[in-house]
């Protein structure tokens, strides 16, 4: 088995303030809101722990039988400026990658310009895979863009 090691960063100027960014990610009901699945799904396990140390998980079934489970932990957070988490990637219990996530909220005026960097170890579907994550996460980072701003969430595509 070959790995393929990526990084990719999305980067979006909110017009919002780093405390009204950083609570999107603090809370399970806040992170609910913009961190979902783009069609329906069966939440067989969520967990929410923000803090240093803390875990999160987010396992579902989709429509066509696969389970997918997200399991992070929490490494460096800084109120409004940062967070740091690792979290492995599972698609019917066979893990897909491992990556390190950071989340970089910097003002600019009474906005934020968001930095969301993955530097990531994929064990299957080499840049592909890669191109697929990179997809996925630009389209929960346009969710939370439309929800901070008051906008409709694009529909995944």
Same mark, same amino acid.
């Given at each position: 088995?070959?790995?393929?090691?990526?990084?990719?960063?999305?980067?979006?100027?909110?017009?919002?303030?780093?405390?009204? +960014?950083?609570?999107?990610?603090?809370?399970?009901?806040?992170?609910?809101?913009?961190?979902? /699945? !783009?069609?329906?799904? +069966?939440?067989?396990?969520?967990d929410f722990d923000f803090r240093v140390g803390g875990k999160e998980r987010?396992?579902?079934?989709? !429509?066509?039988?696969? *389970?997918?489970?997200?399991?992070?932990?929490? #490494?460096?957070?800084?109120?409004?400026?940062?967070?740091?988490?690792?979290?492995?990637?599972?698609?019917?219990? &066979?893990?897909?990658? +491992?990556?390190?996530?950071?989340?970089?909220?910097? !003002?600019?005026?009474?906005?934020?310009?968001?930095?969301?960097?993955?530097?990531?170890?994929?064990?299957?579907?080499?840049?592909?895979?890669?191109?697929?994550?990179? #997809?996925?996460?630009?389209? #929960?980072?346009?969710?939370? +863009? /439309?929800?901070? &701003?008051?906008?409709? /969430?694009?529909?995944? *595509?």
């Amino acid at each position: 088995m070959s790995i393929t090691n990526a990084t990719f960063v999305i980067e979006r100027v909110l017009n919002a303030s780093p405390a009204r +960014v950083f609570a999107a990610y603090a809370s399970l009901e806040a992170k609910s809101a913009w961190f979902k /699945a !783009p069609s329906d799904i +069966v939440t067989l396990d969520r967990d929410f722990d923000f803090r240093v140390g803390g875990k999160e998980r987010f396992r579902a079934r989709w !429509p066509s039988g696969m *389970t997918s489970d997200f399991q992070a932990t929490y #490494h460096d957070i800084v109120e409004n400026e940062r967070i740091i988490l690792v979290y492995d990637l599972f698609h019917n219990d &066979e893990k897909l990658s +491992v990556s390190l996530q950071t989340l970089e909220l910097r !003002p600019e005026g009474g906005r934020t310009r968001l930095i969301h960097t993955e530097q990531g170890s994929y064990f299957s579907g080499g840049m592909e895979a890669v191109k697929g994550r990179e #997809h996925g996460t630009a389209w #929960h980072v346009d969710n939370l +863009v /439309a929800l901070l &701003e008051g906008k409709d /969430a694009r529909a995944f *595509t």
